[in-house]
């Protein structure tokens, strides 16, 4: 390459946790550049897990971290193609990968459950995910399994 890799910006702790995860997950939440308003549906969400758990001795905070780790792949497939067809190469997911993918799908699929409002279905969707269970989940079991399922190939990577 002939350029040089831009540097990382170094992303500012939200207001409330004092978390730079969560600035980038209401960056990922985030539509038509509406934070204020993506950072009232995340800590409406927070709180709605907090009073659906009370039971639990986890703060709200560290259930969605917990929910975000359930639902992290660790592989994924990527198609090759070798001498005119095309394989599905199973390969390991770079870390900042794993948390861009973990967070988009717990969003896409929070968006996608019947809720009131947006705060509820993304809400719904922690709890979902901190108990192995949901759309999300689904979505990394999914993938491991294809990955499981084309093993076979794993020597085209390069």
Same mark, same amino acid.
């Given at each position: 390459?002939?350029?040089?890799?831009? %540097?990382?910006?170094?992303?500012? =702790? %939200?207001?409330?946790?004092? %978390? =730079?995860?969560?600035?980038? +997950?209401?960056?990922?939440?985030?539509?038509?550049?509406?934070? #204020?308003? *993506?950072?009232?549906?995340?800590?409406?969400?927070?709180?709605?897990?907090?009073?659906?758990?009370?039971?639990?001795?986890?703060? =709200?905070?560290?259930?969605?971290?917990?929910?975000?780790?359930?639902?992290?792949?660790?592989?994924?497939?990527? #198609?090759?193609?070798?001498?005119? /067809?095309?394989?599905?190469?199973?390969?390991?997911? $770079?870390?900042? $990968?794993?948390?861009?993918? #973990?967070?988009?799908?717990?969003?896409?699929?929070?968006?996608?459950? #019947?809720?009131?409002?947006?705060?509820?279905?993304? *809400?719904?969707?922690?709890?979902? /995910?901190?108990?192995?269970?949901?759309?999300?989940?689904?979505?990394?079991? %999914?993938?491991?399994?294809? /990955?499981?399922?084309?093993?076979?190939? *794993?020597?085209? $990577? +390069?």
């Amino acid at each position: 390459m002939r350029k040089t890799k831009p %540097d990382k910006r170094i992303l500012l =702790p %939200d207001p409330k946790f004092h %978390d =730079p995860e969560v600035t980038r +997950f209401v960056n990922n939440l985030m539509l038509q550049g509406k934070k #204020s308003i *993506a950072y009232g549906i995340f800590y409406d969400a927070i709180n709605i897990v907090g009073e659906k758990m009370k039971d639990s001795e986890k703060a =709200p905070l560290e259930i969605w971290k917990k929910a975000l780790e359930n639902i992290t792949p660790q592989v994924e497939v990527k #198609s090759r193609r070798v001498g005119g /067809a095309n394989f599905q190469v199973p390969t390991e997911v $770079r870390p900042e $990968r794993k948390v861009s993918l #973990s967070m988009k799908n717990m969003i896409q699929y929070a968006r996608k459950r #019947s809720a009131h409002s947006m705060a509820e279905k993304l *809400a719904a969707e922690i709890v979902a /995910a901190h108990n192995n269970e949901g759309g999300a989940f689904k979505r990394k079991e %999914d993938m491991h399994k294809m /990955a499981e399922a084309n093993k076979a190939f *794993a020597f085209f $990577r +390069f």
